[in-house]
């Protein structure tokens, strides 16, 4: 699993040189999130698609 400095840097190479650092901040938060809810589907599972329409349709 990659470091976290090695995540940076390459969200970092990713983005256009004119990237304020709000769009850097907003990017980090973003692959913050993607992360924590990769963890949580690992650690909790998932609800299959036919799950989901059930549970909606209640």
């Known amino acids: 699993m990659p470091t976290a400095i090695t995540e940076v840097k390459t ?20 692959m913050e999130k ?4 990769l963890q ?8 299959s698609q036919v799950e989901v329409e059930q549970r909606l349709g209640e």
């Open 11 to 30: 969200l970092l190479d990713q983005l256009p040189e004119n990237s304020q650092l709000e769009d850097i901040q907003y990017h980090l938060y973003v």
């Open 34 to 37: 993607i992360q924590r809810g």
């Open 40 to 47: 949580r589907a690992n650690d909790e599972g998932t609800v």
